[in-house]
């Protein structure tokens, strides 16, 4: 539900209460929330796409992808659509001697420079194997409930190979599959990954941009690793940030409608902004790499078909 008050503010409710969603380019950005709001409710929709947006005063963008850093061979940014192999191909790179800096969303500055934007970590179960260091110091609390997802799926494999045509069945099917898929997946925080591999290093360190990998998915099992130009990344890019904070834009279209048109366009004009500074960005890196690959994938043979690529 959204509003506007009668002083031009857009309001939204979440959980039963009202905060005020701030127009997209205020600088500094304020969020005025009513007592008892629950901030865990609005934070994906509209506290961390405003943090977002109030990076571009800054000259920076947040992207959506992880990354690591090489030591002297600088820092690594894997990105790619949702569900596309970023987190496990950026812990297989930290398998294989990088340090873990980022995850789901990566900082990049006008500079050249890359930072951690502080998110937890959604690790799946099905490749633990391809991160044994990762496995050997997984969290008690994790590794029960991958162990727990694990079991589920044995005893409902059953019920989600039938191919009933019933509403009801298709329902049931459809929840047990998607509460087995979220099972199947690690919460981890960015410290716990971290002391997993063992690192020490200041997590809000900035590291020089080196290389982008932009990850596609592919129709076949090849592993396709080739150079791209940053032009076509950074639309890629800018476009796939835009799709994730599309709950946020909507939201400012709701207030154009409603009456205060300076918010209207903010999805186009943030696309437009990133597009450019992420250009500039990657025109800085030494290597902007497209990769095609099959989902899921073992992390390691993208990681190997990099290493081929020099």
């Known amino acids: 539900m959204t509003a506007v008050d009668r002083d031009g503010r857009l309001l939204?409710?979440?959980?039963?209460r009202w905060l005020a969603v701030p127009p997209p380019h205020e600088?500094?950005?304020?969020?005025d929330v009513q007592a008892g709001l629950d901030i865990g409710l609005c934070w994906r929709d509209v506290i961390r796409p405003a943090m977002h947006q109030a990076l571009r005063d800054r000259h920076a963008v947040a992207v959506h992808g992880a990354a690591v850093d090489g030591g002297p061979t600088g820092g690594t940014l894997v990105s790619g659509w949702s569900e596309s192999g970023k987190t496990e191909v950026a812990l297989a790179l930290v398998e294989a001697g990088a340090s873990f800096l980022s995850d789901k969303w990566t900082v990049a500055g006008a500079d050249g420079e890359i930072s951690a934007f502080p998110v937890g970590v959604g690790?799946?179960?099905?490749?633990?194997?391809a991160l044994p260091r990762l496995q050997a110091a997984l969290p008690g609390r994790a590794r029960a409930q991958l162990v727990a997802t694990r079991l589920v799926r044995t005893g409902t494999g059953p019920l989600?190979?039938?191919a009933g045509s019933g509403r009801v069945t298709r329902l049931a099917t459809g929840l047990v599959g998607r509460a087995v898929e979220l099972g199947d997946r690690a919460g981890l925080s960015p410290s716990e990954i971290?002391?997993?591999?063992?690192?020490?290093?200041?997590p809000a360190r900035r590291v020089q941009l080196t290389t982008v990998v932009l990850l596609l998915t592919g129709p076949t099992d090849r592993v396709v690793v080739e150079e791209a130009p940053s032009g076509w990344a950074a639309q890629r890019l800018a476009r796939t940030a835009a799709y994730e904070r599309r709950t946020w834009y909507d939201l400012q279209e709701r207030g154009a409608y409603a009456g205060l048109p300076h918010r209207a366009g903010a999805r186009d004009a943030a696309i437009a902004d990133e597009e450019g500074l992420l250009a500039a960005v990657m025109d800085g890196a030494s290597r902007v790499l497209r990769v095609t690959c099959p989902f899921p994938c073992d992390p390691r043979r993208v990681v190997d078909a990099l290493a081929a690529f020099g």
């Open 12 to 16: 939204a409710r979440f959980g039963g």
């Open 123 to 129: 690790v799946r179960g099905w490749v633990m194997t």
């Open 160 to 162: 989600l190979d039938r």
């Open 27 to 31: 600088a500094p950005v304020r969020i």
């Open 194 to 202: 971290r002391q997993a591999y063992g690192q020490v290093d200041d």
